[in-house]
Structures are given as C-alpha cells and as structure tokens.
C-alpha cells in the first residue's frame, strides 16, 4: 500500500463548476498536510497546507481534512481554464522531521 | 523574489558518464530537498539536508548517487556513472520546515 495516495485521473470538470480531489494517506500518526500545484513541464507549488480537522478556505481554494478517515481533499470553487494541472497531495508523516512524502498526483481538466 | 535556482536546467549525457546537478536553495532556508520525478514512479525524495548536516538520503541509490552541500548556498547532487534509467526531472527545494518547501525549475536529465 502506498503511502499517499490518490486517483490519478484525468478528472475533468466544466468550467465554473466545482473540482473535488481525494487523498488518503496510510500513517494516522501524520500531522501536516499539504496541496501542491503543477502545472505541466514546470515544478511543484505549494497551495494549501492544513494540520487541524476540518475545513480551511482560501479565496476559491478549500483544504478539508478527516484524520479519523484519513483522508483530505481539496475544493475548488468556481473552477477556471488555469486550474487545469496535476495536483499533488503530500503529508508529513513525522513531526520532527521535514520529510514528507508525496502522492502520485491527480490531473485535473478544466474545460470550457 | 527570493527563489531557488538550479543549473543545468536540462542535460543529455551517455550512459557511463558522470552528472553533477546544483542547487543555490533561498537565502535564510535551513533545509534543502532533493527529489526525482518520472511519470513512473511520480516525485521521490532522494535525500535531504537541514543546517547542511545530511538527514536522509534512503531514497537515494548509494553505489551511484552522492549528495552534498558543500556550503549554505550550494547543494550538489552526482550521479556516477550514469545510467538510462536515471532519466528523469530532478528538483531541488528549500525551506525553513515541511511546510514552506519551495521547488526550484528542476534539471531535466537524459542519459542515452
């Protein structure tokens, strides 16, 4: 079983509509977690971090994280042409250290 | 804008031959990160460093891989001799802890 992991799709989703991304992680000791956005032939970005259950928002961005399941997705609202990348959920499995450890990502469409 | 930078941005090799990647990390960035990314096995972390002092490197194959930062503004990662299987986009990121890791553009490697 992989650490992290997510649906690698394509997941595609018409303009304007609402783009929901899963993750699971498999360490229920894990502390921080992480969204990050590629676009394609460029590097990681971080876009949301969220370390508490629930929900965390930002601007058309929300982070939700159930530590009971394990789970974490990220929300984004009002979905644009530019929010077509690869979005790579990671988390920290270890508070002391710096290491985090990355899903394979999930390719997100957004067509008009 | 503080950024990381990394030299060579691409890179063409043969197979036998050795490859020396670098990385400046931000200014004030305490950890340096090196990953690899192929379609694959998506992004893994090869090794890591914080204050300059080697914290992990498991993911990195010994016999061929070395990593150092031979001061606070350099991190080099070589890879000797170089193999086809080496192929891939190589980040380098920096941060002040797991969640400020900031990706530089990656040197894209092909060993033929």
């Known amino acids: 079983q992989k650490e992290v992991e997510q649906n690698s799709g394509p997941l595609s989703v018409p303009e304007g509509a609402i783009a929901s991304l899963n993750c699971t992680y498999s360490?229920?000791?894990?502390?921080?977690f992480f969204w990050y956005r590629q676009y394609s032939g460029k590097s990681p970005e971080l876009i949301m971090s969220?370390?508490?259950?629930g929900d965390k928002e930002d601007g058309r961005f929300t982070a939700q994280l159930n530590k009971a399941s394990q789970y974490v997705s990220l929300l984004i609202r009002d979905s644009q042409p530019s929010d077509s990348a690869t979005y790579l959920c990671?988390?920290?499995?270890?508070?002391?250290?710096?290491?985090?450890?990355f899903g394979s990502g999930t390719r997100l469409s957004i067509r008009p | 804008d503080a950024r990381v930078t990394q030299t060579p941005r691409h890179k063409v090799t043969e197979m036998g031959q050795e490859v020396t990647m670098r990385c400046q990390p931000i200014l004030g960035h305490n950890t340096v990160f090196w990953y690899r990314q192929t379609m694959m096995q998506g992004l893994e972390l090869l090794a890591y460093f914080r204050n300059r002092a080697p914290l992990d490197d498991s993911g990195m194959p010994k016999d061929r891989f070395s990593a150092e930062m031979p001061d606070a503004t350099l991190a080099t990662l070589k890879i000797q001799p170089s193999e086809p299987r080496d192929s891939a986009v190589y980040f380098c990121?920096?941060?002040?802890?797991?969640?400020?890791?900031?990706f530089g553009p990656g040197t894209r490697l092909t060993v033929l």
């Open positions: 990671a988390v920290n499995p270890d508070s002391s250290a710096s290491k985090i450890i």
């Open positions: 360490d229920r000791g894990s502390q921080s």
């Open positions: 969220i370390y508490s259950n």
């Open positions: 990121a920096s941060g002040s802890g797991a969640d400020t890791q900031y």
